[in-house]
């Protein structure tokens, strides 16, 4: 008989921009998180109920309205705490109204976090404990959810199959989010991991073959030796 993993998760995409919601839980207790509820909530919620777990916690990687314009309806409905995502996307969480309305959503509301998360800060679902991670760059509060015993993270919109964050966004920035990448998350070994959007992948696959990222890539960029780093 195998042993039971310690964590299990499903992954729904919400919203327009098909943004990956992660259902993760701990087996020993069936209690779950809900990352990144950007709507769309009551398949999400049935399928947490067929499944026969509690929620938990809500996580929120950044203050995206794909990622986080279910989280103040989610709260109400099952009164789990919000933790999540870092102070400095405060600006992005009060917008998400309005970023719904472009995404032609107007449901989608602001919320108020019960947890700001910070690099080095653990959090706890059920008896697994999960590392954030603070990796800004795409936004400049972005936070990662790492669970080490099993090779698993959950990276936002910080690293895709392929692709890495926007930077073209208000407080967006480049090197920032290489610099999360490459010294924030390489060093973690090779994590299976699902972005925020498209298919799952593992560090080292990354390392491998992305065109922003590959080891190879990075290795010819010139060091940042001009304005501030
Ligand atoms: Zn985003
Ligand atoms: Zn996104």
């Known amino acids: 008989m195998s042993e039971e993993p310690p964590i299990r998760l499903f992954v729904a995409p919400v919203t327009p921009l098909q943004q990956n919601c992660t259902v993760v839980w701990c087996t020993k207790t069936n209690k779950a998180a809900i990352i990144d509820p950007g709507g769309d909530l009551d398949p999400i919620l ?4 067929r499944r026969g777990l509690t929620v938990d916690k809500i996580w929120i990687t950044h203050g995206h309205a794909d990622h986080a314009g279910g989280a103040a309806e989610l709260k109400e409905r099952t009164g789990a ?7 400095d996307d405060q600006f992005w969480i009060d917008s998400i109204p309005s970023m719904g309305q472009r995404y032609g959503i107007d449901d989608m509301r602001s919320f108020t976090t019960d947890r700001w998360l910070h690099d080095g800060d653990t959090v706890t679902l059920g008896e697994t404990t999960w590392d954030v991670i603070h990796c800004p760059g ?3 509060g972005h936070v ?3 669970h080490a015993p099993s090779g698993f993270a959950q990276v936002g919109d910080v690293l895709f199959k392929g692709s890495i964050g926007r930077t073209d966004f208000p407080r967006g ?6 610099h999360s ?3 924030k998350l390489w060093p973690l070994g ?8 498209g298919p799952m992948s593992s560090f080292n ?7 922003f990222v590959s080891d190879r890539v990075v290795g010819q960029t010139k060091p940042n030796t001009q304005g501030p780093g």
């Open 181 to 183: 990448i490459t010294q």
């Open 46 to 49: 049935d399928e947490i109920k």
């Open 81 to 87: 705490p919000i933790e999540g995502p870092h102070e």
């Open 138 to 140: 795409h936004t400049p």
């Open 190 to 197: 090779d994590v299976q991991f699902v972005p925020g959007h």
């Open 205 to 211: 696959l990354e390392r491998q073959s992305n065109p």
């Open 173 to 178: 920035n480049h090197a920032d989010l290489i």
């Open 144 to 146: 990662i959810f790492h």
